[in-house]
C-alpha cells in the first residue's frame, strides 16, 4: 500500500468514526443506533477483494474498540473475518447488478452483529447476549444497506487497486464506484 492509499485509508476510517461518534449514536430507533463502522469491512470486501476486506476490518475495528467497553480487539477480529468472508464470498459474484451492494452490506452487517456477541460471549463476556439482538441486526442491516452503494464508491477510492473487473460502470448502476 502506498502512502497515498494509506492516508486515503486513514481518512475514510477517521470519517466513518467521527460521523459514528458525533451523528449516529444519536439517532436511535427502539433504542438501537446505527453502526457504519460495520459498514466499512463489508465495502472493503466487495470493492477490493477478501485481502483488502480483512486488513480494513482489522484496522477499523482497533479503531472502534478504543470506543467500546468491550474485550480489546474483539471488533477487530469480527471485522476481519467479515470483510475476508465478503470478499472471499463475493469474488465469483457478476458486480454489474444494482442490488448487490445493499444485499452484501445487509448480509454482512447482520453477520458482523450476530457475530460480534458470540464472540464475546466465547470470550467471558455474558452480558453481550442481553441486548436486543434481533432489533440490531434489523436495524443496523438495513441502514448499512441503504448506505451501501456511497460507503463501497468511498472505500474502492482508497484502497489501491481495488478490484474494479466487473464492478458496475454503467449510469443505470452504481456508476464510479472509484
Do not use: K
Amino acid at each position: 500500500m502506498t502512502p497515498r492509499h494509506a492516508f486515503r485509508v486513514v481518512v475514510t476510517v477517521f470519517c466513518a468514526v467521527t460521523l459514528q461518534g458525533t451523528v449516529l449514536l444519536d439517532v436511535r430507533i427502539g433504542g438501537v443506533h446505527p453502526d457504519v463502522m460495520v459498514l466499512l469491512p463489508v465495502a472493503a470486501g466487495l470493492a477490493g477483494g477478501p485481502a483488502q476486506g480483512a486488513t480494513v476490518g482489522f484496522w477499523t475495528g482497533l479503531v472502534a474498540d478504543l470506543f467500546l467497553p468491550t474485550p480489546f480487539g474483539l471488533s477487530a477480529l469480527v471485522g476481519t473475518l467479515v470483510g475476508f468472508g465478503v470478499g472471499a464470498s463475493t469474488a465469483a459474484l457478476d458486480r454489474t447488478v444494482w442490488w448487490l451492494p445493499p444485499l452484501v452490506a445487509l448480509v454482512g452487517s447482520a453477520a458482523y452483529e450476530l457475530a460480534y456477541p458470540l464472540l464475546g460471549t466465547v470470550l467471558g463476556q455474558p452480558q453481550m447476549l442481553h441486548v436486543p439482538i434481533a432489533d440490531i441486526v434489523v436495524l443496523v442491516g438495513v441502514v448499512n444497506a441503504v448506505l451501501a452503494a456511497p460507503a463501497v464508491r468511498v472505500v474502492a477510492w482508497a484502497l489501491p487497486e481495488a478490484s474494479t473487473e466487473g464492478l458496475p460502470t454503467s449510469s443505470s448502476t452504481v456508476a464510479g464506484w472509484r
